[in-house]
Structure formats: structure tokens, C-alpha cells
């Protein structure tokens, strides 16, 4: 990640400097003149910030000689076993007298194939993201009634409480999203007058709750975000009753409100690509995490949502749709391969897009021949694609797709390397004319299905603070000196 601040950084890091001048004036007894700054000279004298890596770094031997996992990963990049789960298996290789072997990607949950669940372009099924989060939940697959039922109540919960739109969402509205989802779902805490129950009624209730009102919240927060710092207009559309998450988002997002059928069907199979992937990814772990220490639900999915955001984790996307926007600048005939392949060598030489050498969009911590999620967007993004304007930039990144392991071989990187989901993941919110703001945003409403299984299991099944254990690298003791002798 880059060392200088991204514009949400400098916006953030301005508020806080606001503050600090507050409180300071407040101490000093008089009301602040400037925003609150450190004289560059005088913050050198004192080394705040010049000694900031020098502090913080530890050699890497240490985690060698301790054989510290780095990451929560074995030496060979699985994971470290730390849980047991029902909810869902993520399958990418397979271990053979302790040697990793690359294998195809499986996901499933509650041991349901995921394509299985979506079922095929055109077969008639439209909507499935409230049957996959009832299985995520509920442990099993509705009957009609019962879905029916689950559909109902997730329908009742949308409502907000009274005058949360303006001070949530419109007041100190922040540059991004997901802060916008985090905060608003720790202001839910205060309208819920049983926000510390843990018994399995209320853990249920909160999650339903939650999982209806996050695509909302998030649309009314994106347009706050609009109106705020692109002079952009503050739409806040109602919801329809009786339409599905899908259909909700599209339609309260559209400032027409007009959507086809086939864009909300796209949309609900990214909402089931997303809505599960195990308990050893970051954001879950951080939820079970969370859980463990018996805290309420809404700091647990708080928390979840905080790590989503990050560009290691579900603010991949920004990454992976940012270089296929360089290259299509770079490329000037999409459908020569030595050109792409060129642009991509030029990456993985960390001489073009973030100079870091990855190609965004390959490659996955689990999955090595394939993985799953990725081939069944792109096959429902293909059907989507086909006759249109958004062909071409589709076949451009199956050529990606195709040419960027022989690349990255070429560099002596001898990881099996598959697409994942993130390849498409852009590109079809890109045909919808879903902004790019809300990429990371539609994740976390899909993943609250995820999240809420796993704290479900993790209050009746942990019952154990999560508490690792860290290797001090400097041992011994220093001996006090008085500060006159310093």
C-alpha cells in the first residue's frame, strides 16, 4: 500500500486535526484560531514522526528462528487451524504426505455446492441472495413457507429509526462508505433497548435487522457522500415493500428507479458470490474475534465491517478495477495478446499501474487452479455482456485471465495463480452503472449473512476468549533512568 495519504486519509486525518485543536483550546481555556498544526522544525527536534519506522520494525529472522506464523499462515501459506466451523468449506488444494497440491476451487455452504445454489443463466430462478443468507443462518434449506416467512420478516425490518437518515448519514458525513456502514451500525446500539442481550432471539432479530437495513443505509449514505463532497444531489428514495435486497438496492440507487430484470438478477448472484466464504478470512475472523470476548452484536459487525474495508481484503476490488483501467488506457488493440501480455510483464517488473509487481485480480490466499466465485460470475457476467457495448472489455479481461500466470511464471513466481472473484467483480457492477463507491459497500451487505452464521456459532460453540500469543524479539529488562538523566 502506498505511504502517501489516499484523499479519504487526508480528509480524515483534517478532522481529526480539528479536533485536537478543540480539545487543546479547551485545556488552554480559549476557543482555537487555526486548525490545530505541528511546526515542522519543532517536530523534528522531539523525533515525532521521524523515528516512527525505525521503532515499529522487527527483523525478520525472529519470526524464522520463533517460527512465528506470520499472518495466521504455515510456512507453505495454509492457514493456521485455529476454529471449527459447519457454515461453509473452502476448498483450493489438497495435502499429500504433507507436500501442498494445487486443486480446483470448491466453496460450499452447509455443504451445498454454490453453483448448485444459483442455478444457470435463464432458468427461471430469479432471486436466491434470502435463501442462501435462511441456509447461512438457519443451517438448512427453506421449505416455501418458511422462506416466504424469512422474506417477510427481513421485508418488516427496513424501516429506520426516527431522524437517523440526518443525524447519521447527513451529519459529519465522511468521505467513504464503509466508515458511513460501521458508524451507522454502532448508532443502531443506542435505538436498540436490548442491544446486550445475547440470548438467541435478540442475536437473531439484530442480525435480520441488519441484514435488511444495510443495503439502505448504504444507499442514502452514498448520496450523502454525494451531496456532500461532489455537489452532487441528496436522493432518498423509499423502498418498495416486497422486493427482494436486489431489487431494493437498484431501485432506491436509480435515481429513475428503473432497473431490468436481468440487472437484478446479475445483482443478487454477486450478493450470494459474497455473502460466505469460511471463518479463516479476515473480516469473519475479526467478527468470531469479537464474539469471543462476549461483546454485543453490533461492535462485532462493526468490526467486521472495518476490516472489509481494507485494500488486503474487500478493497481489493478498487485495486483490481484501477489497473484493468490503466491497461485498457495502455493497450491499444485489445485483442492482441502479445500487447496485453507486454502491459503485464510491464507489472509484474513493477514498472507499471502501483509498481509492486502483483497483477491485480490473480491470485488467492486458498484457491490455486480456480476459484469458484470467480467462475461463476464470469459466466453469468458473460451472459450478461453478450451484444453489448461491455463485450469487448470483457474478452480483454478473459485474455488477462489467460496470459497472467505464464507472466508471473516468468518472474519466478511458481504459486499456482487463478483469477478470483475480484477479476469480474468490478467489470459487472461496471454494466450496471453501479459506482465504484459502492463496490466494497455491497460486500459488506451481502457478507452480514456470513458474518452473523459465524457469531451465531461462535456464542454457542467458542466458549473461549480467542487470546494468541506474541514472541517478545527484544528479551531482558532495561533499567529505569530518571528523566533529569536522560
Known amino acids: 500500500m502506498p505511504d502517501s495519504p489516499t484523499p479519504d486519509s487526508t480528509s480524515e486525518s483534517q478532522n481529526r486535526a480539528s479536533q485536537e485543536a478543540t480539545a487543546n483550546a479547551a485545556l488552554a481555556g480559549c476557543a482555537p484560531a487555526t486548525p490545530f498544526e505541528v511546526d515542522a522544525d519543532e517536530a523534528r527536534k522531539v523525533n515525532l514522526y521521524g523515528s516512527f519506522r525505525e521503532i515499529n520494525q522487527i527483523d525478520s529472522s525472529h519470526y524464522e528462528r520463533h517460527d512465528v506464523k506470520r499472518g495466521l499462515r504455515n510456512a507453505d501459506g495454509t492457514g493456521v487451524v485455529v476454529g471449527m466451523t459447519n457454515i461453509s468449506n473452502v476448498h483450493g488444494y489438497v495435502m499429500d504426505d504433507g507436500e501442498k497440491r494445487a486443486d480446483e476451487g470448491s466453496l460450499r455452504f452447509r455443504g451445498y455446492e454454490l453453483c448448485d445454489l444459483l442455478g444457470s443463466p435463464g432458468d427461471g430462478r430469479r432471486f436466491n441472495f434470502e435463501e442462501v443468507a435462511y441456509l447461512l443462518l438457519m443451517g438448512e434449506l427453506p421449505a416455501q413457507a418458511e422462506l416466504d416467512e424469512f422474506i417477510e420478516v427481513i421485508d418488516s425490518q427496513r424501516e429506520l429509526p426516527d431522524g437517523f437518515t440526518a443525524s447519521a448519514l447527513m451529519h459529519a458525513t465522511s468521505p467513504d462508505i464503509m466508515n458511513m456502514l460501521a458508524r451507522s451500525v454502532l448508532q443502531l446500539y443506542a435505538a436498540d433497548p436490548h442491544a446486550e442481550d445475547r440470548n438467541a432471539k435478540h442475536e437473531i432479530h439484530t442480525a435480520l435487522s441488519l441484514l435488511s437495513r444495510l443495503p439502505r443505509i448504504m444507499v442514502l449514505a452514498y448520496y450523502a457522500q454525494q451531496a456532500q463532497f461532489n455537489h452532487g444531489s441528496m436522493i432518498m428514495h423509499r423502498f418498495v415493500p416486497g422486493e427482494s435486497t436486489a431489487e431494493t438496492i437498484l431501485s432506491m440507487l436509480r435515481p429513475d428507479r428503473r432497473f431490468t430484470e436481468d440487472e437484478a438478477r446479475m445483482l443478487d448472484i454477486m450478493l450470494c458470490l459474497h455473502a460466505e466464504h469460511g471463518g479463516g478470512n479476515n473480516s469473519t475472523f475479526v467478527a468470531r474475534a469479537l464474539t469471543s470476548a462476549d461483546t454485543d452484536p453490533y461492535s462485532a459487525y462493526a468490526a467486521a465491517i472495518g476490516s472489509l474495508k481494507g485494500y488486503r481484503h474487500g478493497g481489493a476490488n478498487h485495486k483490481v478495477r484501477a489497473m484493468q483501467a490503466e491497461l485498457k488506457q495502455e493497450v491499444r488493440d485489445w485483442a492482441d495478446d502479445d500487447e496485453v501480455a507486454a502491459y503485464l510483464r510491464r507489472v509484474a517488473r513493477k514498472e507499471a499501474y502501483d509498481r509492486t509487481g502483483l497483477i491485480y485480480g490473480m491470485g488467492h490466499a486458498v484457491y490455486t487452479k480456480s476459484d ?115
Request: glycine share 8%.
Open 372 to 486: 469458484p466465485r470467480a467462475v461463476v460470475g464470469k459466466r453469468f457476467a458473460e451472459d450478461l455482456a453478450r451484444g453489448t457495448a461491455f463485450e469487448a472489455e470483457f474478452r480483454l479481461l478473459e485474455t488477462v485471465e489467460r496470459l497472467a500466470p505464464a507472466v508471473l511464471a516468468e518472474r519466478g513466481i511458481t504459486k499456482d495463480v487463478c483469477a478470483n472473484i475480484d477479476m469480474y467483480t468490478g467489470f459487472v457492477y461496471a454494466m450496471m452503472g453501479i459506482p465504484e463507491e459502492l463496490f466494497t459497500p455491497l460486500f459488506a451487505c451481502a457478507r452480514m449473512a456470513g458474518w452473523a452464521a459465524h457469531r451465531f456459532e461462535e456464542i454457542v460453540g467458542g466458549k473461549r476468549i480467542m487470546r494468541p500469543a506474541y514472541k517478545i524479539s527484544r528479551p531482558g529488562s532495561r533499567d529505569y533512568v530518571p528523566i533529569d538523566e536522560r
